[in-house]
């Protein structure tokens, strides 16, 4: 058996480039929208996200610096996590430019601010599911050492669900109709998800 390449991340990896997000890939792509106290709208995407827990479901998505879907969630206490599928991919790409803050990426990006029904930020209208999200807590994240990192995670309760009917099938949620998108390794590398297989648990055994 050949030995594993081994390296300590805080040591250097001794490759072209960090493969950790090549690691642990695909990841969700939690697309944040949020508003300010003076109703400015903000929608960013984040590849740190994912669920938590279903009962209750939580939900949350790390931001590096303390940019404006955080702030914006701290000062309201809110969130959407909008899906991100194939047919948004452009759009999701476009929401991630660094611009100027009060600049509303979600009219830049030529999507509709659809109202939610329990919290005041916007839903994309075009995206098959949203999620309506309290916010829990944010959470400053350490090291091995203790001390502070620049990285924050937010994490909120869904309290609203919004299902574009058209990607129902049998009462299910069909993600391959979706095409749902996640982040990938390396600088521009996604995956969309267009088929799935089926493997159920085996039974619990015992007398």
Not at 16 to 30: N, T, Y
Not at 92 to 103: D, F, M, Q, R, T
Not at 185 to 205: I, K, N, Q, T
Request: with cysteine; net charge negative; hydrophobic share 40%.
């Amino acid at each position: 058996m050949t030995d594993a390449y081994f390296y300590e991340p805080a040591k250097g990896h001794g490759l072209p480039h960090d493969p950790f997000k090549a690691i642990v890939a695909p990841r969700p792509i939690g697309w944040i929208s949020t508003r300010d106290r003076q109703g400015r709208v903000n929608l960013a995407p984040y590849s740190f996200f994912n669920a938590f827990c279903d009962a209750p479901p939580i939900v949350g998505f790390s931001s590096t610096g303390r940019k404006d879907s955080l702030r914006n969630a701290e000062e309201t206490g809110e969130f959407v996590a909008n899906l991100a599928t194939r047919a948004l991919a452009e759009a999701v790409n476009l929401s991630s430019a660094a611009v100027p803050h009060g600049v509303d990426e979600m009219a830049m990006a030529g999507l509709t601010a659809a109202p939610c029904r329990l919290v005041a930020a916007p839903r994309v209208g075009e995206s098959p599911a949203a999620l309506e999200c309290k916010l829990l807590q944010v959470l400053r994240l350490r090291d091995v050492d203790g001390a502070e990192t620049n990285n924050h995670l937010v994490l909120g309760q869904v309290v609203g669900v919004h299902l574009d009917p058209a990607y129902l099938k049998d009462g299910l949620f069909d993600m391959t109709l979706a095409r749902t998108i996640a982040r990938c390794g390396y600088r521009g590398d996604y995956a969309e998800v267009d088929h799935l297989f089926e493997m159920l648990r085996p039974e619990s055994g015992g007398a």
